[in-house]
């Protein structure tokens, strides 16, 4: 197989991440307005795209309630690992890495799938990673986000130094291996639980308590609705 238009695809996705990091940090003084779309961007990503994606990796394979299952114990498994580091955070800032973490092993799992979509056809490839490509832009300003919320600047840009290598380094392991899509759905289903942890429970709220005022939710539909529009036309 020829690797060099998915290498080449998982290079770009790395430099879209990057970019929308450098624009978080760039403009970190209007934080509460990148939380807000980050919220309805991570809330649009989990309905619009990962839930869609398992359901259809696990067809023939898992139920939908397996699916959903699945999700409930992301959400669950990742509310019950903030609580349970919400001590040590308060001695060593552990749980300020979480949320980058999950978002950095999410992008490492895009760049598998586009590294597999191409195993399958080119022309099922270049539909995964134009949808990769729209919302790598959307990572990189969440992992900055999510990170500044509890650490230095100098974290966050670490964590996105991390995020910017994940889709490159997955688009390589994906091309080197033999999975059978059906292994992806529960996995997948897992981070949309995570994801849907991440922005209503995580980012909404700190993007109201920043400024409180409407607009703030108006935001949050706002990316909602752009990941909507996004996955529509990626299809």
Request: net charge neutral; proline share 3%.
């Amino acid at each position: 197989m020829f690797w060099g238009l998915p290498i080449l695809f998982g290079v770009a996705a790395s430099a879209t991440t990057l970019l929308g990091g450098y624009l978080a940090l760039r403009f970190a003084e209007r934080i509460s307005w990148l939380l807000a779309v980050a919220a309805g961007v991570v809330l649009g990503v989990a309905f619009f795209d990962l839930l869609p994606e398992a359901l259809e990796y696990g067809e023939g394979s898992w139920s939908s309630r397996a699916i959903l299952g699945c999700t409930a114990a992301g959400l669950s498994g990742y509310l019950l690992l903030t609580r349970s580091l919400a001590n040590a955070e308060r001695q060593h800032g552990w749980t300020s890495h979480i949320a980058p973490a999950s978002l950095t092993l999410h992008s490492f799992l895009d760049g598998v799938g586009m590294g597999l979509a191409f195993q399958i056809s080119p022309e099922i490839g270049w539909v995964v990673a134009l949808a990769v490509l729209t919302h790598d832009l959307a990572d990189g300003i969440n992992t900055v986000s999510l990170a500044m919320q509890a650490a230095r600047k100098e974290t966050a840009l670490r964590w996105l130094i991390a995020n910017g290598g994940a889709p490159f380094l997955g688009v390589v392991v994906g091309l080197a291996m033999s999975l059978p899509s059906a292994t992806l759905a529960p996995i997948t289903a897992v981070f949309a639980g995570v994801f849907i942890y991440i922005g209503a429970v995580e980012l909404v709220p700190r993007s109201l308590a920043r400024d409180g005022r409407m607009r703030t939710t108006w935001l949050v539909l706002a990316g909602v609705g752009l990941m909507l529009g996004i996955t529509l036309i990626a299809e």
